[in-house]
C-alpha cells in the first residue's frame, strides 16, 4: 500500500447494496476480461466486502458511500492476502473530501492482473496497469514513485468501471 494511503484510512460510511443507492454515492461496475472467474474484493478500514464472483466476460457491481476514505479493490484469483489484498494488484481511492476524489493503481504489495479503471464522467481521467512492468505514470510500484499515476474526479454521485485483465 503506498504511503499515502496508510495516513488516510479511515472507518467511514459503509459500503452499501447497488439497490440503495442515495444523492451521492457512487457505483463502481466490475468487469471481468480474464480467463478464468475471479471475485472482486473492496476494503476499507478492515470492512471487507465481497462482490459476486464473476466469470469472463461477466459483471457485478457494488456502490461506495459519499465519503469513504481510504479504500481500495482487488480481483481475488486465489492468491492475494485478505483483506487488504496482499500479492494482488490494487485500485485505491479516496473519497471522503467531494472537493478531490481520488484514485491510484498501485503494484507496491504485487501484481496478480492488469487493472484499468475509468470514471462515468468522461471529462475525468481513469488510468491502467496492465502489466507488472508498468510505469510511474500507470502504477505505483514503491511507495513513493506513482504520483503521476493519481487521478482525480470530482464530479458528485460519479460512478466507475474496474476492468481485470
Known amino acids: 500500500m503506498c504511503n499515502f494511503f496508510r ?12 439497490s440503495t443507492i442515495r444523492k451521492r454515492d457512487h457505483a463502481i461496475t466490475y468487469v471481468n476480461h480474464c480467463g478464468s ?5 473492496f476494503d476499507a478500514g478492515g470492512k471487507t466486502t465481497h462482490a459476486a464472483a ?20 482487488y480481483a481475488q484469483t486465489g492468491g492475494c492476502i485478505e483483506p ?27 501484481f496478480n492482473v492488469g487493472i484499468t479503471f475509468t470514471f462515468s464522467d468522461p ?3 481513469g488510468n491502467h496497469c496492465l502489466s507488472k ?16 499515476s493519481i487521478r482525480q474526479c470530482n464530479t458528485p454521485n460519479v460512478g ?3 476492468t481485470f485483465c
Open 123 to 125: 471529462g475525468c481521467a
Open 7 to 18: 495516513f488516510v484510512l479511515v472507518l467511514a460510511t459503509p459500503v452499501v447494496a447497488a
Open 54 to 73: 464473476i466469470g469472463p466476460g461477466s459483471s457485478t457491481r457494488l456502490t461506495v458511500a459519499e465519503g469513504k476514505a481510504g479504500w481500495r479493490s
Open 84 to 110: 487488504d489484498g496482499g500479492n494482488c494488484t490494487l485500485l485505491e481511492c479516496s473519497f471522503d473530501n467531494p472537493a478531490f476524489r481520488q484514485c491510484d493503481i498501485s503494484r507496491v504489495d504485487g
Open 37 to 41: 472467474r475471479l471475485t472482486p474484493v
Open 133 to 148: 512492468t508498468c510505469p510511474p505514470a500507470q502504477a505505483f510500484s514503491n511507495a513513493t514513485n506513482g504520483g503521476p
Open 160 to 162: 466507475m468501471t474496474v
